[in-house]
Nanobody, 124 residues
Framework: QVQLVESGGGLVQAGGSLRLACAASGRISSDNGMGWFRQAPEKEREFVAAISGRTGTTYYADSVKGRFTISRDNAKNTIYLQIDSLKPEDTADYYC?????????????????WGRGTQVTVSS
């Protein structure tokens, strides 16, 4: 059974930073593509960043390029999302997701497993 557990969310002022973590257990390894998505109130879940399995290739939504960094620690089976220069519009629940394949995707439907999310609130 796969389990993804996010942590690191919180309340932060605009311009601040947070580091989100997603600990994976079960049949998830460095071979799996992983992603971060977010969902603001009354909005659809949107892609934020992804990292492929094996090669570790990364990809970002245009809205977060240069401010967000996704990484993975294969020894800990954990992925991270470093968020810098936070803006009020980054306020959302952030979700970690894992795909059965190694390639990454920006499509919600490409991911088979999801965490419960961690809340990020940015005050202006």
């Amino acid at each position: 059974q796969v389990q993804l557990v996010e942590s690191g969310g919180g309340l932060v002022q605009a311009g601040g930073s947070l580091r989100l973590a997603c600990a994976a257990s079960g049949r998830i390894s460095s071979d799996n593509g992983m992603g971060w998505f977010r969902q603001a109130p009354e909005k659809e879940r949107e892609f934020v960043a992804a990292i492929s399995g094996r090669t570790g290739t990364t990809y970002y939504a245009d809205s977060v390029k240069g401010r967000f960094t996704i990484s993975r620690d294969n020894a800990k089976n954990t992925i991270y999302l470093q968020i810098d220069s936070l803006k009020p519009e980054d306020t959302a629940d952030y979700y970690c997701a894992a795909a059965s394949r190694s390639s990454f995707s920006t499509d919600v439907l490409a991911y088979n497993y999801w965490g419960r999310g961690t809340q990020v609130t940015v005050s202006s």
